[in-house]
């Protein structure tokens, strides 16, 4: 018995240091804090992630906003960063996605993982991530916008919070 519980233990040590990277690319995920309204709920609540643990009704605003929990089912393997948030090696890599969103070719990029000028006034939904590919290649290779899919703190203020707590 005594074997087993030291091989466990060595076991356990063992999975607690593995850094949370892709061990091909080293890829270091930042999974932010726990400020969000549903952390600590026992869901994945940010949509920069998929998974059979991911909560409903993603919302933009909890990106990098529900860390213990997508952190924790992300080791458990219950969670895993979605393609379309990638961290690029070479902007030639990015992961436009499809046209099949709301709002797509309508002359602006809707997807949050990409900059605009007037992000502060868009009001960015889950749905629109990599649903409005060819508005966002066309301000990416126009100059007007640019990636930001690595970040968690995107360019972005209107935050359905507020809205909520109004």
Request: aromatic letters at 8%; a negative charge; one cysteine or more.
């Amino acid at each position: 018995m005594r074997k087993i519980s030291a091989a466990l233990s060595i076991i356990c040590l063992t999975i607690g240091t593995i850094p949370l990277t892709a061990q091909s690319n080293r890829v270091i995920i930042d999974f932010g804090d726990d400020s969000g309204l549903y952390a600590d709920d026992g869901d994945c609540d940010d949509p920069r992630f998929e998974g059979r643990k991911m909560g409903a009704g993603l919302l933009t605003d909890n990106i990098g906003r529900d860390a213990s929990d997508c952190r924790a089912l992300f080791m458990q393997g219950r969670v895993t960063l979605s393609p379309l948030f990638a961290p690029l090696t070479d902007p030639a890599d990015i992961n436009y996605g499809d046209d099949d969103g709301e709002y797509a070719n309508d002359g602006e990029c809707d997807d949050i993982r990409f900059t605009r000028p007037d992000a502060s006034e868009v009001l960015y939904m889950a749905d629109d991530i990599g649903h409005d590919a060819t508005d966002c290649r066309t301000a990416v290779e126009a100059g007007l916008s640019q990636w930001q899919g690595n970040s968690i703190r995107m360019e972005q203020q209107y935050m359905f919070q507020e809205e909520m707590s109004e």
